[in-house]
């Protein structure tokens, strides 16, 4: 059974710092790329960061980028995605995924694992 499991969420203010983990069970991340992706109430999902399967390149949406910083940490099959300077409008259900698409920040993009999903909010 191939699990993602996501923490590091909460309520935080704005102009501060969050860290979400994801960590996999039943595939090896190093294996995929991987997918960070957010949804707001009323608001279409949205790609985050991906880092593509086969390279290793790492890409951002405008929205987040300098702000964003992915990584994976293979010995403890775990994917992170440290968000610093954090806006309201951040605020949303973030969910990891792992897979092997070329479009990796397209919400379009086929994956083959998602995680649960966790809320984040930012809020003073």
């Known amino acids: 059974q191939v699990q993602l499991v996501e923490s590091g969420g909460g309520l935080v203010q704005p102009g501060r710092s969050l860290k979400l983990s994801c960590r996999a069970s039943?595939?090896?991340?190093?294996?995929?790329?991987i997918g960070w992706f957010r949804q707001a109430p009323g608001k279409e999902r949205e790609g985050v960061s991906c880092m593509r399967h086969y390279d290793g390149s790492t890409y951002y949406s405008d929205s987040v980028k300098g702000r964003f910083t992915a990584s994976r940490d293979s010995a403890k099959n775990t994917v992170f995605l440290q968000m610093n300077s954090l806006k309201p409008e951040d605020t949303a259900v973030y969910y990891c995924?792992?897979?092997?698409?070329?479009?990796?920040?397209?919400?379009?993009?086929?994956?083959?694992?998602w995680g649960q999903g966790i809320q984040v909010t930012v809020s003073s």
């Open positions: 995924a792992i897979g092997r698409p070329d479009n990796c920040l397209d919400i379009h993009a086929i994956y083959d694992y």
């Open positions: 039943g595939r090896t991340v190093a294996d995929y790329g």
